[in-house]
């Protein structure tokens, strides 16, 4: 609002505000350096950071022609405002009860099927306060161990990468998008979050830390085990590994173009020759780049990877050769294995392509290993995770829940020192470089 000013009175229209910039053009011409001082104005003018702001958010979103219609098949689409709820933020800092969201959503005068995928967020908002619990050390460390010692795109190239994916100047521009949504406002969409997440882990290599401490730093909903969580499922190092792989380049979020043109306004004159040629501007004509005044490369950066099958096979062979070297932390059947607090072992589901592997690249079972899993602890985590995901139409499911996760890791305390000094135990020599001509290596810490 208009209401929001500085030392110099200058409001909040302001161009490329980002936080850590030396300046903005507005402060520059202003004489006060608004960014450094200032940066998180423009979110403030983004929210309604009151209860009744919240409150307002929850009605509108339940009502028959709010938000909640359209969530659950159109939740996806980043180009429309109202398709989500935006209520995260008020959930995070305890401006709205998730008991007063899901009674909302309960009431709300529409079929059930209409509610159940938003009424299922709330319970996996449980489940990661849950998993924290079991995985105290998850914000740093991989609940399966082994990951943290994956080769990993490093040096020069790997602070090109991360400065390009944080700064929103990738050359694609969905990620683009996302990114700088974030820096604006301190929030984005979860499609989009998760295109960014994906960018990072499968595409460019590098590890779910890096991105989870951005997104920790950026986001206004950034929730200590709702964000180690994803971003553990998103580096495939978590409890769960994410089943899929989005395409950055696809605009399958934004169909309509309008999410690009709003944060990517560089290229927003292509969308007169398409939206995917938007999506995808080193597609476009010469004369095309003309027409929409864009040179790639000055005007809009080049995209940092040009082959996007060949950067996930470096990816995958990254995996690959770090599983070969820890078969102590898989199945017989190529399943990862996962150390509970109790001390107990349990197995963890791990996609296909990274059970049946050999470092030629051929798929084979791996070998029988010795280490036994524990099956009847691995039966009460999936009954865990089978209340919680039935909890909507449990009244009292959430101490049916606590009362079998004691069960599970009532010496909780005790035994989680004594897992990460196991963890502290390994050999702590990572596989050898991808390429030659340096060390690459990340070592456990």
């Known amino acids: 609002p208009a209401s929001l000013t500085v030392d110099s009175g200058l409001g909040l229209a302001m161009d490329g505000l980002q936080p850590g910039r030396e300046t903005c053009r507005r402060c520059k011409e202003a004489r006060v350096d608004l960014c450094r001082r200032h940066w998180a104005l423009p979110i403030l003018g983004e929210w309604d950071c009151s209860e009744k702001g919240g409150l307002h958010l929850v009605s509108e979103f339940a009502k028959v022609t709010g938000g909640l219609a359209l969530y659950e098949k159109a939740r996806s689409r980043a180009d429309l405002p109202n398709a989500t709820s935006r209520l995260s933020p008020y959930l995070r800092f305890g401006v709205v009860s998730p008991r007063s969201l899901h009674y909302a959503l309960r009431d709300a005068a529409l079929p059930a099927e209409a509610k159940q995928v938003m009424s299922r967020r709330l319970f996996w908002r449980d489940l990661a306060y849950f998993q924290h619990w079991c995985f105290p050390q998850m914000s740093t460390r991989s609940v399966r161990p082994h990951h943290d010692l994956q080769e990993w795109t490093s040096g020069a190239e790997g602070k090109q990468f991360l400065k390009a994916w944080t700064t929103g100047y990738t050359g694609y521009p969905m990620v683009d998008a996302a990114m700088r949504e974030m820096a604006q406002t301190g929030w984005m969409n979860q499609a989009v979050r998760i295109i960014a997440a994906g960018f990072l882990t499968e595409f460019l290599n590098l590890p779910w830390q890096d991105g989870h401490k951005w997104f920790n730093d950026q986001l206004i909903d950034a929730d200590a085990p709702i964000n180690a969580m994803m971003w553990q499922n998103a580096g495939r190092a978590g409890v769960d590994q994410w089943n899929f792989v989005v395409d950055p380049e696809a605009g399958s979020q934004d169909p309509t173009g309008e999410y690009v043109k709003r944060w990517v306004p560089e290229v927003a004159r292509l969308r007169a020759f398409g939206v995917d040629v938007m999506h995808r501007p080193w ?150 470089p991808i390429a030659a001509g340096g060390d690459r290596r990340r070592r456990w810490n």
């Open 283 to 432: 597609t476009a004509t010469p004369s095309q780049l003309k027409a929409a005044g864009i040179d790639l490369g000055a005007t809009y950066p080049n995209r940092i990877i040009t082959d996007l099958p060949a950067a996930r096979e470096k990816t995958v062979r990254a995996m690959h050769r770090m599983l070969l070297q820890h078969p102590e932390w898989r199945t017989g059947s190529g399943h990862d294995v996962i150390m509970l607090a109790t001390g107990q072992y349990v197995r963890a589901h791990t996609r296909p392509e990274f059970r049946f592997i050999r470092d030629d690249g051929t798929l084979t079972p791996l070998e029988q290993r010795d280490r036994p899993v524990d099956e009847a602890v691995e039966e009460a985590i999936i009954e865990i995770h089978d209340v919680l995901a039935d909890a909507p139409r449990q009244k009292n499911a959430d101490l049916m829940v606590t009362s079998r996760v004691e069960k599970v890791v009532r010496k909780n305390k005790w035994h989680e020192q004594a897992m990460y000094d196991k963890l502290e135990r390994m050999p702590k020599q990572a596989p050898a």
